[in-house]
């Protein structure tokens, strides 16, 4: 059900570039990254459920995944305004018959709602999300009806569980990682966390039928069951789509450039050619890398559909998948050259490219953003599944690890992934931990710093095109 991804590249609004002698004009896109979304469309999501419920972990994740798609978003948490006033509630702060607490708890929503209402006019984004329990109807009646006056459209979401092994590890994470519990005795936080919920229970009202004039989506048990309400836009609808693909299970995703290709040895970008000797010793050792990190797990593996990354990946003991969507870059009438060639052959677009490689897209070919559209039903997929280990090639990686790990575009491009090197990424509640095994086996760096001249790089590419002795030490190519 996942957009097209070339349908998506074709609705960014085109947008010429500057012409400058010999450099290539073809459209380039700066828009919001939605791709078809009118620009004023602004969405707060409401966030609905009991604590302990996986709210503040979706809430980081959507604003990660739409980070990602260039839509600026922004999570505003009750609890962190309620912590100015009340750093450290009393037993019966969050007791529904104490007027005070009442009284502190709202204050805090509204000094939130406030400050979300006020990024979205200074041109903060186009999707809030207001993290708390929000667990009245009256409360998210005072929240749509604020959002309406201001001109923002509302998308409830609620975490409904009654997984007591899931609520039971989120009260652990909660406990360790709050700052209301900061230095505390963990079992007195934890009989604490779990009076505040029994609170929250005695007054929490689920969406229902009373409520049916709202755009809402109801997660249960995360992953399970979804029901979803009113939904009114392409925008809300990419936003519940990402949600209805969620499963918060502890899981890792392993990830792998292939291993060194000749055109690797050679310095040539782009192409479709064999691996190297060296990456033949990469794709032979790399089941024993995976065996080390990953145990007896059953992985399936996914490959581009280029020979590099089929090669390395045919000696693993699994089940293998091959997807357009990870092909490399297309670097278009750059494909099979050298950064040396290129720079001598297109010199402005060689700057322009080092002036912003996110956006800068080859002619003929494809920049980053365009890459980031293609792969967007491959997060999906990953997002669905369990144990998936992907081979695939250096700009590809990249991106998917900057879903990850919440990597800027700005440093995305430039980041350096070394060949012969396995990287396993477990997500977490807040944030993704990261673990490598190098093979040890010696290949050329195919990294490139910006603003760095190409020429180095072609005459060491050119010695080794000259030289049979391939288990040279490591070098920069
Ligand atoms: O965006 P940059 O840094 O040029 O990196 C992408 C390049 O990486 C390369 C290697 O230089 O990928 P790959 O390892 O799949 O061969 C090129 O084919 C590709 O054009």
Partial sequence: MAADPRESIEQYKPEMRKASSGQMMRPNRKTNGSGVQAEDTRICVVMVGLPARGKSLIASKVVR????????????????????????????????????????????????????????????????ILDATNSTKSRRRWIQERCEAAGIETLFVESKCDDEELIMSNIKEVKTTSPDYKGQDPEVAAQDFRNR???????????DEDEADLTYCKLINVGHQVIINRIKDYLQSRVVYYLMNLHIRPRSIWLSRHGESMFNLNGKIGGDADISERGELYARKLPELVKESAGDRQLTVWTSTLKRTIQTARFLPFEKLSWKALDELDSGVCDSLTYGEIEQLYPADFKSRDADKYNYRYLGGESYRDVVIRLEPIIMELERSENILIVTHQAVLRCIYAYFMGVDQEKSPWMEVPLHTLIRLTPRAYGTVEDRWSANIPAVSTWRGKGSSAKHQDTEASSRANSQDLAAPETKA
């Avoid at 919920?197 to 969406?207: D, M």
């Fill in 65 to 128: 995944y739409l980070g990602w798609l260039s839509i600026a978003a922004k999570t505003f948490n009750v609890g962190q305004y309620r912590r100015t006033n009340t750093p450290t509630p009393t037993a019966d702060f969050f007791d529904t018959t104490n007027p005070e607490g009442e009284r502190l708890r709202k204050a805090a929503a509204e000094a939130a709602v406030k400050d979300m209402i006020k990024w979205f006019n200074n041109g903060g984004g186009l999707v809030a």
């Fill in 197 to 207: 919920i029994r609170n929250y229970e005695k007054v929490y009202q689920t969406l």
